[in-house]
Each structure stands twice: as structure tokens, then as C-alpha cells.
């Protein structure tokens, strides 16, 4: 395949997920790294952008095929498959999918059972933050958890904001929510808006989350006990949206947070096998009410009463 055919593949606008995942298998087995690299950069910006920034597997074959520098001061960053080489000059943790963004590298390990180690990086900041896994061999407690959820303006933490924050302690019915207000994005797209409800207006005025707010929370949920639960795969989005907040504000605190997965607990210890795991077609399946859901409390209440029921099934 030529890169014109290439990028004449990626501009069809009928493509489905399968087709423009074998369309970058078949790039990467067949193009030039230079050829590839313009192919990449293509298929970021195409409307096909998010599917390709949060795919592991896609991701992979890019930073297989690409291995990217990144020039800070005096200091050579390179990302490899196998290693980072961290500001100080020594190596630290396995980085096994990248993405990139303008300015901005995201790399991270997806070594399972272990610490996830995510590194933002820009042309003027290295910004280290490990997201802390558990895997359990078993549905936890609800005494040990704590579910999270958030609403953004897209999916990309380096570039979209979050507009919502909300957290549920099921064991007592200790609820927090918060709307916040836009940093990097100028307005919230409006099929967010449809889909969320939260508007422009309802944010344009509020003040920005504090450090002080953020430590607050984990006193307050005991977060630096009990697990964060949050409905999300591999990619553990909502993490990474977090981590972001905590970045912001200069807040060392997040290494404290234990993330767990809840579509992970489901699938492997759950004596159902769904056709999927998405919290609409769960809470159908179970005849929970999810009216209000794509609002970030109400979405960890239902997440809460569907783990609730499938926990109950496995006593």
C-alpha cells in the first residue's frame, strides 16, 4: 500500500472501527517510517482521532514503528517500548503505548497487576505520575470502595477538560458533587451538552477546583484506604482525567489513590457473560432505573447499584 492510498482509505468516511484498524495494521506492515509518521499524524486529526488515541493496540503499533525524541533543556527524552529515560537520567518503568498530541507525548505502561506509569510531557515540562492498579481476585467489599465518575469535554486528558466531578461511598451514602470550569477548552462542544446537560453557562462563573478541595476529598472519602472504583477497560480513562486535575493544581497527593476496574471485576468474577459491559445495557439487564445517567453523580449511583447486584450474586 502507497501512502496516497493510504491516506485515500483514511478520508473514506464509511470506515468502521474493524475496517480502520486493519487499515493501520496494513500501514504499518506496508508504508515507510517516514510515510507512516505523515499517515499517523493523519489519522490523529481525522475523525476517526478518538478511537485512535485511546486504543492500546493502535498506539502500540505506532510507537513500534515510531520511536519519538522530545528535546527538554539539556535533556534527550526518548520513549521506547522498553524503557524512559526520566529527566534525572535514569530509567524508569516500561512504556508500552504512546500517543502524541501537538506539543504534548503520553506515554504509559500497560503492565497488568502493577502500577500504571504515565508520563505527560510538553517542550517545557516533564510531569511523572503513576496510576496505581489493583487487580482483585475477587468483587471487593462495598465497605472498601469508593466509585468515581466524571464528565468532560472530550477524551483526551492533555487537551479536554473536566466539567463534572462526582463521587459515591455506597457503604454510607456519602455523595460529593461538583461542576468546574473550563482551562484549556473555550467552550463545551455542544454535543457534550446534549449529551450531559451541563452547559456553558452553568460553568462560565465558578471558581476553579483548589489543592485544598482535592485533599479535602480524599479525608473525606478516606481515599487513601479504600479503593476508587470507576467504569472504565484498560485505558482507565477517568484516572487519567483526575490525574490532571491533580497536575494542575501542583498536587503530589494522587500517588496516595488505588484504582480498581470495574468492568475488569465484572468480567472475570461475574456469574453472567454480557454481551456487553457499557452501564446502559447493564443497568437494562438488571431492571435498574438509569434515567439521569451521562450526569457524573447519577452515573456513579447507577455503576453503584450494578456492581451492588452482581456482588449479591456472587455471596
Not at 74 to 83: A, E, I, P, T, Y
Not at 102 to 127: M, P
Request: proline share 3%; glycine share 4%.
Amino acid at each position: 500500500m502507497s501512502i496516497k492510498q493510504a491516506l485515500l482509505e483514511l478520508e473514506n468516511n464509511n470506515l468502521n472501527n474493524e475496517q480502520f484498524l486493519e487499515l493501520i495494521q496494513n500501514c504499518s506492515d506496508s508504508l515507510s517510517n517516514k510515510d507512516f509518521r505523515v499517515f499517523a499524524k493523519k489519522a490523529f486529526d481525522s475523525k476517526y482521532g478518538s478511537l485512535y488515541k485511546m486504543n492500546p493496540y493502535v498506539l502500540n503499533l505506532i510507537v513500534n514503528k515510531i520511536p519519538i525524541r522530545l528535546e527538554n533543556r539539556s535533556h534527550s527524552h526518548r520513549f521506547k517500548l522498553d524503557k524512559f529515560c526520566a529527566p534525572t537520567g535514569s530509567y524508569s518503568y516500561c512504556c508500552s503505548i504512546i500517543s502524541t498530541y501537538g506539543q504534548f507525548i503520553f506515554a504509559c505502561s500497560l503492565s497488568r497487576g502493577s502500577i500504571y506509569r504515565w508520563t505527560i510531557a510538553s517542550k517545557s515540562n516533564i510531569y511523572n505520575y503513576g496510576i496505581n492498579v489493583v487487580e482483585p481476585d475477587s468483587f471487593l467489599d462495598l465497605k472498601e470502595v469508593v466509585f468515581l465518575d466524571l464528565e468532560t469535554t472530550g477524551l483526551n486528558p492533555l487537551t479536554d477538560d473536566v466539567i463534572e466531578i462526582a463521587l459515591y461511598d455506597p457503604s454510607n451514602g456519602k455523595e460529593h458533587s461538583r461542576l468546574l470550569p473550563l482551562n484549556r477548552c473555550k467552550t463545551i462542544p455542544s454535543e457534550i451538552e446534549s449529551l450531559t446537560g451541563i452547559t456553558n453557562d452553568m460553568i462560565k462563573e465558578l471558581p476553579p477546583i483548589t489543592s485544598q478541595e482535592l485533599d479535602e476529598l480524599i479525608d473525606e472519602f478516606d481515599l487513601k484506604r479504600k479503593k476508587i472504583l470507576i467504569w472504565a477497560g484498560m485505558n482507565m480513562f477517568d484516572a487519567h482525567f483526575l490525574a490532571s486535575l491533580f497536575i494542575n493544581v501542583g498536587n503530589k497527593n494522587f500517588k496516595f489513590l488505588k484504582f480498581v476496574s470495574a468492568m475488569d471485576i465484572i468480567k472475570e468474577y461475574s456469574d453472567v457473560n454480557f454481551n456487553s459491559l457499557s452501564k446502559d445495557y447493564l443497568a437494562s439487564y438488571l431492571n435498574i432505573n438509569s434515567n439521569g445517567s451521562h450526569r457524573a453523580l447519577n452515573d456513579c449511583k447507577i455503576e453503584a447499584e450494578i456492581y451492588r447486584t452482581l456482588y449479591s450474586r456472587k455471596k
